[in-house]
């Protein structure tokens, strides 16, 4: 079935640098992907929706400048925490969905990024 | 506000019980309810609801949608250590925008 790959799984930073991380579809093309973070023992929060070749939309609260999201091809998006802080530090994940999947389960997950930042 | 409330949020039982997970919503232009078990890593995808009073069954999982409620329930019988993990309810809405609103999860623990 359709997958979703998120590297890397897991990065440590220092803070005031940069971390980029990548959200595949591996056999499918996605328009559309989304980036969520989610805290410990939280929900998870939606980000922006990573839209191929124009703009993300980014959801209220989320600083555009400081997660930028680029997605450049129909099968990778990528979301580059800027200058991070030691509270950027969380798990992001990344969902896609597969245009043609009518079997139901069209929305797919990676696995996740653990993000730390010291 | 699109809102998504699960209950309990937090649930101990021993192997053996059944237990029931509840998820309630307010969102306009409701598409789809999805249920997913997140153990350490990204969510996995358990079920979607798009019809009211339709159960979907899975092994010991079951789940079904009342649109007139606005809720939906997760039934887990004959529960295992492995069945331990958070019960995350999430809602699409129709048309244009695919986000999902996630509630807040149940952690659910099956002791032995």
């Known amino acids: 079935g359709a997958v979703v790959s998120q590297h890397p799984s897991r990065v440590i930073c220092k803070s005031g640098t940069s971390v980029k991380i990548e959200c595949r579809s591996l056999?499918?093309?996605?328009?559309?992907m989304f980036w969520y973070r989610q805290f410990p023992k939280k929900s998870l929060m939606l980000m922006a929706t990573?839209?191929?070749?124009?703009?993300?939309?980014?959801e209220q609260g989320v600083e555009k400048d400081k997660f930028l999201i680029n997605h450049a091809s129909l099968t990778l998006s990528t979301l580059t925490v800027t200058s991070a802080h030691p509270e950027d530090s969380s798990f992001y994940i990344c969902?896609?969905?597969?245009?043609?999947?009518?079997?139901?389960?069209?929305?797919?997950f990676g696995e996740g990024s653990w993000l730390t930042v010291v | 506000e699109d809102k998504v409330v699960q209950s309990p949020l937090s649930l101990v039982v021993h192997e053996g019980d059944t237990v029931t997970l509840n998820c309630s919503y307010e969102?306009?232009?409701?598409?789809?309810l999805l249920w997913y078990k997140q153990e350490k890593k990204a969510p996995t995808f358990l079920f979607m609801l798009?019809?009211?009073?339709i159960e979907k069954k899975s092994g010991r999982l079951s789940s079904i949608l009342d649109k007139k409620e606005l809720s939906s329930i997760l039934n887990i019988t004959a529960t295992q250590t492995g069945d331990s993990a958070i019960y995350l309810c999430?809602?699409?809405?129709?048309?244009?925008?695919?986000?999902?609103?996630f509630g807040k999860g149940t952690k659910l623990t099956v002791n032995p």
């Open positions: 969902s896609a969905r597969d245009p043609l999947d009518r079997a139901g389960n069209t929305i797919y």
């Open positions: 056999d499918f093309q996605a328009t559309t």
């Open positions: 990573s839209n191929e070749g124009s703009k993300a939309t980014y």
């Open positions: 969102v306009t232009n409701f598409r789809s």
């Open positions: 798009t019809s009211s009073g």
């Open positions: 999430a809602v699409e809405r129709r048309g244009g925008s695919e986000k999902l609103v």
